[in-house]
């Protein structure tokens, strides 16, 4: 068969293979332009903050800006392999660890909110008022389920401390310690189910309130103590370690990010009319 | 339970609105589809023929393997490719994560094995009498490839809709090596996992609809290019 008649015969098969191919040409061409990449945790995504403060940073620095959004551990782990040039997390006690091994240089604390116990409206461990450590204290002893999140992120690294504080340095075989593995909402969705307690960020659970329209299974029985407060803060890639990393756009994002302005902007972003994070940058 | 009929009215608002967040994860998904689908025909097509048409020692270990790479775990070839292409890794020099190539090389691991595996077996089960007669005809070895191929069309067919099926279909690879950073590399089934994880699970239920809408609107235009065929 000729080429002619053989183009002729399967016109539809050329038609598809060339749209293909030019697809698949569109694709390789695409995502060429320079941006900052960061690596952040959940709860500054799924709360919306970034995606409000995204625009802002276009228009006051010109930066583009893509972000991952993981626990934290994972997310420091993406500075140390140098797959970003910026992360935004937290947790001291790991970032401490990843700018004293040379990860990070620069820390600067941006914001906090603080974390809060949650559990059922019935509260059966009668911890509700408590202070927090003698609540987990009281969780464990009457074995009621509290349901982790189990994937080194800020909160299941906070949740760790307050239970070594009240005694129990490893929950892992607890069978009252439900593990899960998963993201901040899908972890008290869980607990809601199990009608157990969780600790979680006070953002992660304004957005649980709002998706139940303010009937939610599991409300508030602690918070307001000290050691529940949730600090966020900056930190950009050492360009010793990965000469990739954009340095002069991450210095100057965490700049950008801690200016009093902006800490402003932070300060007035708010879920169902409250307030979700405390901006808290040294000037 | 409301999110279930919630979602079928979202989606349907979704499908007729499409805002600018839904239409760039539904043109990232096309794109990455687009890109993993033609590098794993053009390498599966080629190795399941020869899988298929060659005898050689080691043949049946060589469809052993094949066939256990069918059952790979999606977050298994994520894992393996962020090792690669991480800047630490020996790829990492050229940008790949976070990025639709880099997600396009994960799939097309992913779904190499079926194009290859299901034309081998087209080929093998193609009748003898045709690889004799074409031989008779004087047919060389590329003649020979594209009438064999040409013969069991339809068969590829089913091999090239089992490895779209299992592109679009997958997160883990998507998610660990793009990264759902939207207007980026989110595609419809991360931005699904995103919306479950928000808790907004009648937007996640309403995007689940739009990419089997897409799929169907795929297989019927196939199919109608079938029945012309054959026509």
């Not at chain 2, 689908?37 to 393997?65: E, H, N, W």
Request: hydrophobic share 45%; aromatic share 8%.
């Amino acid at each position: 068969m000729s080429f002619k008649r053989f183009i002729g015969k399967h016109r539809m098969a050329v038609v598809a293979f060339t749209l293909v191919a030019l697809f698949a040409g569109a694709a390789i061409a695409a995502d060429v332009a320079p941006v900052l990449r960061m690596a952040t945790t959940t709860s500054t995504d799924n709360t919306g903050l970034l995606d409000y403060l995204a625009p802002i940073l276009k228009a006051d620095t010109g930066i583009e800006i893509q972000w991952v959004s993981v626990g934290t551990g994972k997310a420091l782990e993406y500075g140390r392999n140098g797959d970003v040039d910026v992360v935004l997390t937290h947790d001291p006690q790991q970032e401490k660890a990843f700018v004293d091994g040379g990860f990070g240089i620069d820390p600067k604390q941006v914001m906090f909110n603080d974390f809060v116990l949650l559990g059922p409206a019935s509260d059966p461990a009668g911890v509700k008022g408590k202070p927090v450590v003698e609540a987990m204290k009281t969780i464990a002893e009457k074995k009621a389920p509290l349901v982790s999140r189990a994937d080194k992120s800020g909160t299941h690294m906070a949740e760790l401390r307050l239970l070594k504080a009240a005694g129990i340095a490893d929950p892992d075989k607890e069978n009252w310690y439900v593990q899960t593995g998963q993201g901040m909402l899908d972890t008290i969705n869980i607990a809601g189910e199990r009608k157990g307690y969780a600790l979680a960020d006070r953002g992660t659970f304004i957005k649980y309130e709002a998706n139940h329209k303010g009937n939610p299974p599991l409300v508030i029985v602690v918070e307001g103590d000290d050691s529940m407060k949730n600090q966020y803060s900056v930190i950009p890639v050492n360009p010793e370690k990965h000469p990739n990393v954009k340095i002069g756009l991450a210095k100057q994002y965490a700049e950008w990010l801690t200016h009093p302005k902006v800490q402003r902007d932070i300060e007035k972003f708010k879920l169902e009319g409250k307030q979700l994070f405390f901006p808290n940058a040294k000037q | 339970m409301n999110y279930i009929s919630d979602g079928f009215v979202q989606a349907i608002g979704l499908i007729l609105s499409m805002d600018e967040e839904t239409w760039s994860a539904v043109v990232v998904t096309v794109k990455l589809t687009m890109l993993s689908m033609s590098v794993t025909l053009a390498l599966g097509l080629p190795l399941g023929f020869l899988l298929g048409y060659l005898d050689f020692p080691g043949k049946p270990v060589v469809r052993t393997v094949v066939d256990t790479l069918l059952a790979l775990p999606t977050v298994v070839v994520g894992l393996l490719v962020y090792a690669f292409i991480s800047n630490r890794g020996p790829l990492g020099g050229y940008g790949l994560l976070f990025s639709i190539r880099g997600m396009a090389i994960g799939q097309t691991i992913l779904a190499l094995p079926i194009v290859v595996a299901l034309t081998a077996s087209a080929i093998e089960g193609l009748d003898n009498r045709l690889k004799t007669t074409l031989a008779t005809l004087g047919a060389n070895g590329w003649r020979m490839a594209a009438s064999c191929l040409m013969e069991s069309r339809f068969a590829l067919l089913v091999a090239a809709m089992t490895a779209y099926g299992r592109i679009v279909a997958e997160v883990g690879v998507s998610m660990m090596l793009g990264g759902n950073i939207k207007w980026h590399t989110r595609t419809i089934t991360t931005a699904i996992t995103l919306e479950t994880g928000k808790g907004d699970f009648a937007l996640g239920m309403a995007l689940g609809i739009l990419l089997l809408a897409m799929s169907f609107a795929l297989n019927a235009a196939l199919s109608f290019i079938r029945r012309r065929a054959d026509a």
